[in-house]
């Protein structure tokens, strides 16, 4: 029998195979999300303009691909001028886009077919090379009666104050549709706008989930809408800090499915509110769980630990896993007392540790850091779930057995950040990042003070397959004889074969011993690459 026979049958039945393949709505679904692009103002311009252009082409293939592929093509925007290009009445008046005469129901159905499809926006001034009129945003208010963007979930605006921005156009946006609002440098001059922006979404109950507010000049006015937003699941309020009060507080407490909680207190009339005041007006005498906060699994503040601590025992969440504090003034807390209640309250959750101390710039006094000991955070030793842990702006003397309690405390931990540390202090050597390398193979990011002083070798160690991706070494990055660089990269390269970059917590230095050690890696990883290839070439 001829097998020639059958090639036709087999091309046919290929073809269908692909057919099938390229029509099914789940797979379809994969391939465009693929070539589409999350938040185009998190990707750079070359990337947009070439995901938009094979999207075009995709819709244009067949009816089944162009309602999938235009989703995709129109779901985020960073202007709106593609839209406005819909409309016939839009055009351009010498070098100025202008919007004049009359727009037909019929223009406004073609303009909603792909406005209903846009889901983030970013809203920012026009770039220069795009001149529109500023009446063109009057006039599409003064035409619509419907939200301009019908479907819009997450709205973003980078920088409210900047010059010559129409910020009264945010009020196109409203619409109950959206869950997510961003809004950075902010200036008391939007304090009205951002508060009758919140009032107006609370009215058309928007179900909020997340609000990001940052810079200064909003009031405790319009800061209290926040607590209404009952949906609420994620909040950042940073540089607001004189207006947010006991009230504000509880009133965020009382939100039924807050997650995720970041608060600058910076100049707050809290930072001097004690225990007493926190828990004031309470019938439980300050108990566990007073506060609210009930669903909360991560919590960042900035303010002083003396509030930290006040605030902790007195919120009800029981599955903290990230918590991470700043503070400028340190007062006389005890900071092992914290880190024991913090530990006794969520030691089975918590898988996030950051604290950090930073300086007012001021008096010599305030510019040193507090001294801390191993003693004060040997309580976080016992969070055995622990992935990252941060401590910066402190004094903290190490010795290698130190950094040995850590690495068999916290075998999973995925970055380590230990605070800087100037010659003339106890820090962990080398043998230190040999314990590291064979006990915690989680570890990513390793941020450690090193004497490398006295450093002539590693002990003997089988080959290492550790993926730690950054060393920074938390040290000066003083000058170093080549031959001593050589074999302390040597040394790191064997520990860690896959390193990506090695630095100084100082900034890099001309001769520095780390500037050099990352060359030196670099150049044992591609001997290694080399050697690695020529086998495989030769068997």
């Not at 185009?40 to 995709?58: D, G, I, Q």
């Not at 007493?276 to 007073?290: C, F, L, P, T, Y």
């Amino acid at each position: 029998m001829n097998p020639a026979a059958y090639a036709p049958s087999l091309a046919i039945s290929r073809e269908n195979a692909a057919t099938a393949v390229l029509t099914n709505p789940d797979i379809l679904e994969l391939i465009l999300e693929d070539l589409a692009v999350g938040y185009v103002w998190e990707v750079v311009p070359e990337a947009v303009v070439e995901s938009r252009r094979v999207l075009a082409a995709a819709a244009l293939t067949c009816r089944a691909w162009m309602e999938p592929a235009l989703d995709r093509l129109w779901r985020s925007l960073d202007k709106l001028f593609p839209l406005f290009r819909l409309l016939p009445a839009f055009y351009r008046s010498d070098t100025t886009f202008v919007l004049r005469g009359r727009v037909s129901e019929e223009d406004w159905g073609r303009f909603d077919w792909y406005a209903g499809r846009v889901k983030s926006f970013c809203y920012t001034r026009d770039p220069d090379s795009l001149d529109i009129a500023m009446h063109v945003y009057f006039r599409i208010a003064q035409l619509r009666r419907q939200p301009l963007l019908p479907a819009l979930r997450h709205l973003r605006c980078p920088h409210i104050s900047q010059d010559d921005f129409l910020i009264s156009s945010i009020c196109l946006f409203l619409t109950p549709s959206l869950k997510v609002l961003d809004f950075e440098k902010i200036t008391g001059v939007e304090d009205k706008l951002i508060g009758t922006f919140l009032h107006t979404l609370l009215c058309e109950e928007a179900r909020i989930e997340r609000v990001m507010l940052v810079g200064e000049g909003l009031t405790k006015d319009t800061l209290g809408y926040l607590g209404l937003c009952r949906s609420l699941r994620s909040l950042v309020v940073t540089g607001m800090g004189r207006y947010v009060d006991l009230e504000i507080v509880r009133s965020l407490g009382r939100i039924p499915q807050l997650e995720e909680l970041e608060l600058d207190l910076e100049e707050s009339g809290l930072l001097n509110a004690t225990e007493s005041d926190v828990v004031a007006n309470s019938s439980h005498g300050g108990a566990e769980g007073e506060l609210g906060y009930r669903e909360l699994t991560s919590l960042e503040f900035i303010a002083p630990l003396s509030f930290v601590k006040t605030f902790v025992m007195q919120i009800g969440a029981t599955q903290l896993r990230h918590i991470g504090f700043e503070s400028s003034l340190e007062g006389t807390v005890d900071r092992r007392d914290l880190l024991v209640g913090i530990v006794r309250r969520w030691k089975d959750s918590l898988t996030f540790i950051r604290m950090v101390h930073h300086s007012d710039g001021g008096s010599e006094d305030e510019s040193t850091p507090p001294g801390i000991t191993m003693d004060t955070i040997s309580p976080l030793l016992r969070l055995s779930k622990l992935t990252h842990f941060e401590l910066e702006g402190y004094s903290l003397e190490l010795r290698d057995a130190n950094v040995t309690q850590m690495a068999q405390a916290w075998p999973q931990i995925h970055t380590l950040h230990l605070p800087y540390m100037d010659s003339g202090t106890q820090r962990p050597t080398v043998a230190s990042l040999q314990t590291l390398s064979l006990s915690c193979m989680e570890l990513r990011h390793l941020t450690i003070p090193l004497d490398t002083n006295d450093f002539l070798a590693v002990a003997e160690a089988p080959i290492s397959l550790h993926r730690l991706h950054m060393l920074t070494a938390a040290t000066p990055d003083e000058p170093w004889e080549l031959w001593r660089s050589m074999r302390l990269a040597r040394a790191v390269d064997h520990l860690f074969p896959f390193l990506a970059k090695v630095v100084s917590s100082s900034g890099e230095r001309e001769g520095g011993r780390w500037s050099q050690a990352h060359h030196l890696v670099k150049m044992c990883q591609s001997v290694r690459t080399e050697a690695m290839e020529l086998y495989r070439r030769n068997t």
